[in-house]
């Protein structure tokens, strides 16, 4: 009789399952595979659009772009849906990793402004869709640190010792380190790369850690004086911690693009392009970077923002800031120096 019972158990509990996976006409639901940065997306609109069009979002998050990428050119994944920045879209459209999108299945991309569009790493917008637009800053806060803030060299000033959190990405750090030395962040030349190497060893005394998302509880909590982040975790921070503000230094730095594309892995092309013009549906837009902080390239969204979001320029900086700016280009086989540099420098 136990027996009995718990093989009616487990058969209710199989059939549920089932169930839960279908739809009213008993057929599976398609599930789409999306593969995302952490903690950059409002999840409401993912319960949206699952309700919306009965299709089941399965979720993935990584930290880097350097971790997507080689998770995507292992092969061992099925993801419909990635969102990387450009320098690693361009390196996906030279190897042939990803579908060319049908704008014709985007009608809402008409809401993408005209100058995100027609960009040096897709300049015929055939594979990506901009997502989020932004800048690599420093945040400081404001009761430790009460000189000016306008060089990336106070990020190698002793009196900030264990006080520094830099970001555990090599393309950032040291992307931030040749600025600050007068060099193209997209450099390709020995002596500036050593240049930067030395700097950063010079530097990894005084750093408090490399991190990624957990600077956000770190600079918020106090723990740190200053920090290198993305600008759309700093209107995030500023918005927790009054006493945090956030600069682009004038040496320059990195003006950077994430966009939605659809890798060559996906089974699903359709559905994945019906999410990308969900995406770009005006008030799912304004959902995203109203809780994510990040600049959105969609016109309309950007009117629904509050005013003072609007004309913060952490987040919608001025033009004569962002012509300082450059943006990350795919580094091809010299990206081995730089990873060689990174791991030489975490490993001292």
Same mark, same amino acid.
């Given at each position: 009789?136990?027996?009995?019972?718990?093989?009616?158990?487990?058969?209710?509990?199989?059939? *549920?399952?089932?169930?839960?996976?279908?739809?009213?006409?008993?057929?599976?639901?398609?599930?789409?595979?999306?593969?995302?940065?952490?903690?950059? $997306?409002?999840?409401?609109?993912?319960?949206?659009?699952?309700?919306?069009?009965?299709?089941?979002?399965?979720?993935?998050?990584?930290?880097?772009?350097?971790?997507?990428?080689?998770?995507?050119?292992?092969?061992?994944?099925?993801?419909?849906?990635?969102?990387?920045?450009? !320098?690693?879209?361009?390196?996906?459209?030279?190897?042939?990793?990803?579908?060319? $999108?049908?704008?014709?299945?985007?009608?809402?991309?008409? =809401?993408?402004?005209?100058?995100?569009?027609?960009?040096?790493?897709?300049?015929?917008?055939?594979?990506?869709?901009? !997502?989020?637009?932004?800048?690599?800053?420093?945040?400081?806060?404001?009761?430790?640190?009460?000189?000016?803030?306008?060089?990336?060299?106070?990020?190698? +000033?002793?009196?900030?010792?264990?006080?520094?959190?830099?970001? +555990?990405?090599?393309?950032?750090?040291?992307?931030?380190?040749?600025?600050?030395?007068?060099?193209?962040?997209?450099?390709?030349?020995?002596?500036?790369?050593?240049?930067?190497?030395?700097?950063?060893?010079?530097?990894?005394?005084?750093?408090?850690?490399?991190?990624?998302?957990?600077?956000?509880?770190?600079?918020?909590?106090?723990?740190?004086?200053?920090?290198?982040?993305?600008?759309?975790?700093?209107? =995030?921070?500023?918005?927790?911690?009054? +006493?945090?503000?956030?600069?682009?230094?004038?040496?320059?730095?990195?003006?950077?693009? +994430?966009?939605?594309?659809?890798?060559?892995? *996906?089974?699903?092309?359709?559905?994945?392009?019906?999410?990308?013009?969900?995406?770009?549906?005006?008030?799912?837009? !304004?959902?995203?970077?109203? =809780?994510?902080? =990040? *600049?959105?390239?969609?016109?309309?969204?950007?009117?629904?923002?509050?005013?003072?979001?609007?004309?913060?320029?952490?987040?919608?900086?001025?033009?004569?800031?962002?012509?300082?700016?450059?943006?990350?280009?795919?580094?091809?086989?010299?990206?081995?120096?730089?990873?060689?540099?990174?791991?030489?420098?975490?490993?001292?």
């Amino acid at each position: 009789m136990k027996k009995s019972l718990k093989a009616i158990l487990a058969l209710t509990l199989a059939i *549920s399952v089932v169930l839960s996976m279908t739809g009213c006409g008993g057929e599976q639901r398609t599930q789409l595979k999306v593969y995302n940065w952490g903690d950059y $997306i409002d999840q409401s609109v993912i319960t949206e659009f699952e309700k919306r069009y009965n299709i089941d979002v399965i979720y993935d998050e990584f930290a880097t772009n350097e971790e997507m990428y080689a998770k995507i050119k292992a092969g061992a994944s099925d993801y419909d849906i990635l969102i990387p920045s450009e !320098y690693t879209i361009k390196r996906m459209i030279d190897e042939d990793m990803l579908h060319k $999108i049908d704008l014709n299945n985007i009608p809402n991309y008409k =809401y993408i402004d005209d100058k995100f569009k027609n960009l040096a790493f897709d300049p015929s917008n055939e594979y990506s869709v901009p !997502y989020t637009w932004g800048t690599v800053g420093i945040l400081y806060n404001k009761t430790m640190v009460k000189e000016p803030v306008n060089s990336w060299k106070i990020l190698w +000033d002793e009196k900030y010792s264990k006080q520094i959190l830099m970001m +555990d990405s090599l393309r950032d750090s040291i992307g931030i380190t040749l600025k600050m030395l007068g060099y193209s962040l997209n450099t390709k030349d020995d002596k500036e790369l050593n240049d930067a190497k030395e700097a950063l060893m010079k530097q990894k005394p005084l750093v408090l850690a490399y991190v990624g998302d957990e600077v956000k509880d770190k600079m918020i909590g106090g723990e740190a004086a200053l920090a290198v982040v993305w600008s759309g975790d700093a209107m =995030y921070m500023k918005r927790e911690n009054p +006493d945090l503000e956030y600069v682009v230094p004038k040496e320059g730095s990195n003006m950077w693009f +994430d966009s939605v594309v659809i890798p060559k892995t *996906s089974q699903h092309k359709k559905e994945a392009e019906l999410f990308i013009n969900f995406l770009c549906e005006p008030e799912i837009a !304004y959902k995203i970077a109203n =809780y994510i902080g =990040y *600049s959105t390239p969609n016109t309309e969204a950007v009117k629904m923002l509050p005013e003072e979001v609007r004309n913060d320029k952490t987040a919608y900086p001025p033009d004569e800031e962002l012509a300082r700016c450059e943006v990350f280009e795919d580094l091809a086989d010299s990206l081995v120096k730089y990873d060689r540099i990174w791991t030489e420098v975490k490993a001292q």
